[in-house]
């Protein structure tokens, strides 16, 4: 058929196409929404929290490292 095309072995009528369009544009002007709104600044006592829990992270990871060297040994 010569309105058909054929991607991998699944054969796409115009109709398929169609959906998958408007599928993009809703996605496409979500997108410009989400842009548009933009980043919202971190307080200060947020940025404290995520120093305060990669800091934890760091140690925890430390302290399963010893944990681990001693109990091999």
Do not use: C
Not at 3 to 9: K, P
Not at 18 to 32: D, G, I, P
Not at 46 to 73: E, P, S
């Amino acid at each position: 058929m010569a309105d058909r095309r054929e991607t991998s072995g699944w054969e796409w009528s115009p109709a398929d196409w169609e959906w998958v369009q408007e599928a993009l544009a809703e996605h496409q002007a979500s997108v410009q929404h989400v842009e548009r709104l933009g980043l919202k600044g971190l307080t200060p006592g947020l940025k404290l929290l995520i120093w305060g829990l990669r800091i934890y992270v760091l140690f925890m990871a430390v302290v399963v490292i010893v944990n681990v060297v001693q109990t091999v040994h």
